[in-house]
């Protein structure tokens, strides 16, 4: 027997191994835990019981159970072991989309006494996404005048993946013109550039074609790719000039549909064709796809979609304007989301016993639960009370969460 008790306590180490799960802390009001994405369902993930110090009798007896705030039970608790074990498959993708780090929260709650534990389980992130371009083919039109040291933005490839598992690098085919630039933008995401090397020459090469390669940092790493395809042109003596190299706006989170965000504006000397504008976004993502348009003859920005403070409080659009021989020039957008108080605090009510005695002398817990407002700032923040006049009061047991406890007056 204890042969099989040591192989069983083996074979659990190695589990834990294997999956990547360990405790972070344990105390301060919260026990934290970590997991991969994409454990199968039934995966092991620990001994709540165990950590928390409670013995077999005790949460069997206590009706040990999970509650959340939003009914998600992405974990199952053994009520009779303390064992916690994946219950439905977690994407950490379509869970916190870029947010990282990513963890979900949840009460652990035991009654007779009432008594509740905040967990928290960090979702890690595993490279399940290759790195992807909107379009397939990038098509530019560069004069054989064009200077060495000339950039050219591309457009960026599209990695669902967080940290090092998301796009780390760009490169480019072997070529005698060109060589890629890879950028940072200031929240990290990586974007490249195309650096002229060598000048063109319309007569010897008037077309170029190139293989752009997207790579993320994983272990084995993926990869997206493609293709560039340059058009040399005839000489077309000025670039586009905006009025701007950065333009900055800031919209009401409840802002209509074809509210006007910014207008932005460039010259350019030539006159005819040459001197003829079109405005376009360039290195465009899905969310901004999705949420501006841009007038090609005028620049105005406006608003296709809903934007929503909560969910993404900054936007930046990169913008090109090119004139009709094939010139262009970029500039930035910065759009600021200002957040409305468009979210009522809700109530969420964990645990409640009734009836309860009368003639009670202690002090009862009587009800859990939980504050929450999804605004942020001043319209986030939430005060609870109750009336004086009645024999109970509230009390604070984590942020945002409190206890209704019967007193005795006297």
């Given amino acids: 027997m204890a042969d099989t008790e040591r192989r069983t306590a083996f074979k659990r180490q190695v589990a834990s191994l294997l999956l990547l799960l360990y405790v972070w802390a344990i105390g301060s009001g919260t026990v934290r835990y970590s997991v991969p994405e994409e454990m199968e369902s039934g995966s092991f993930v620990a001994n709540i019981g165990k950590d928390l110090g409670l013995d077999?009798?005790?949460?069997?007896?206590?009706?040990?159970?999970?509650?959340?705030?939003?009914?998600?039970?992405?974990?199952?608790?053994?009520?009779?072991?303390?064992?916690?074990?994946?219950?439905?498959?977690?994407?950490?993708?379509?869970?916190?989309?870029?947010?990282?780090?990513?963890?979900?929260?949840f009460e652990i709650i035991l009654d007779n006494p009432l008594q509740s534990y905040r967990i928290e389980v960090r979702v890690y992130d595993v490279n399940d996404h290759s790195p992807?371009?909107?379009?397939?083919?990038?098509?530019?039109?560069?004069?054989?005048?064009?200077p060495r040291g000339s950039r050219f933005p591309l457009e960026s490839a599209q990695d669902l993946d967080v940290g090092n598992n998301s796009l780390q690098n760009y490169s480019i085919s072997t070529n005698a013109h060109f060589r890629v630039y890879t950028g940072e933008h200031?929240?990290?995401?990586?974007?490249?550039?195309?650096?002229?090397?060598?000048?063109?020459?319309?007569?010897?090469?008037?077309?170029?074609?190139?293989?752009?390669?997207?790579?993320?940092?994983?272990?084995?790493?993926?990869?997206?790719?493609?293709?560039?395809?340059?058009?040399?042109?005839?000489?077309?003596?000025?670039?586009?000039?905006?009025s701007q190299t950065i333009y900055k706006a800031r919209?009401?989170?409840?802002?209509?549909?074809?509210?006007?965000?910014?207008?932005?504006?460039?010259?350019?000397?030539?006159?005819?064709?040459?001197?003829?504008?079109?405005?376009?976004f360039s290195q465009k993502s899905k969310e901004n796809s999705k949420t501006f348009k841009i007038n090609p003859m005028t620049g105005e920005i406006r608003l296709t979609g809903a934007i929503d403070f909560?969910?993404?409080?900054?936007?930046?659009?990169?913008?090109?304007?090119?004139?009709?021989?094939?010139?262009?020039?970029?500039?930035?957008?910065?759009?600021?989301?200002l957040d409305v108080n468009d979210n009522a605090p809700e109530v969420i009510?964990?645990?409640?016993?009734?009836?309860?005695?009368?003639?009670?002398?202690?002090?009862?817990?009587?009800?859990?639960?939980?504050?929450?407002?999804?605004?942020?700032?001043?319209?986030?923040?939430?005060?609870?009370?109750?009336?004086?006049?009645?024999?109970f009061s509230l009390k604070t047991t984590f942020k945002n969460s409190y206890s209704l406890v019967k007193v005795h007056l006297t």
């Fill in 132 to 146: 992807v371009f909107l379009e397939s083919e990038l098509r530019f039109k560069i004069p054989e005048t064009t």
């Fill in 186 to 242: 200031s929240d990290g995401r990586k974007y490249a550039e195309l650096v002229l090397d060598k000048v063109l020459d319309r007569e010897h090469q008037p077309e170029v074609n190139l293989l752009l390669t997207a790579v993320d940092g994983g272990s084995p790493p993926r990869s997206g790719t493609a293709k560039i395809l340059i058009i040399v042109l005839d000489a077309n003596d000025n670039l586009p000039v905006f």
């Fill in 349 to 391: 009510v964990t645990s409640f016993i009734s009836p309860i005695l009368e003639d009670s002398l202690a002090e009862t817990v009587v009800a859990l639960f939980i504050v929450r407002d999804r605004d942020s700032g001043d319209n986030g923040r939430t005060v609870c009370s109750i009336e004086d006049d009645v024999p």
């Fill in 56 to 105: 077999l009798k005790e949460l069997f007896v206590r009706r040990t159970r999970i509650v959340t705030e939003d009914g998600s039970q992405y974990f199952h608790l053994n009520g009779n072991t303390g064992e916690m074990f994946i219950k439905e498959k977690v994407d950490r993708e379509i869970l916190c989309g870029q947010t990282d780090p990513c963890t979900v929260q």
């Fill in 251 to 280: 919209v009401l989170e409840n802002s209509p549909k074809d509210y006007l965000v910014v207008t932005v504006s460039a010259t350019d000397l030539d006159e005819g064709n040459y001197g003829e504008i079109c405005y376009s």
């Fill in 310 to 337: 909560e969910m993404i409080e900054t936007y930046e659009l990169n913008i090109q304007a090119t004139d009709g021989g094939g010139l262009s020039a970029h500039c930035k957008v910065l759009v600021v989301v």
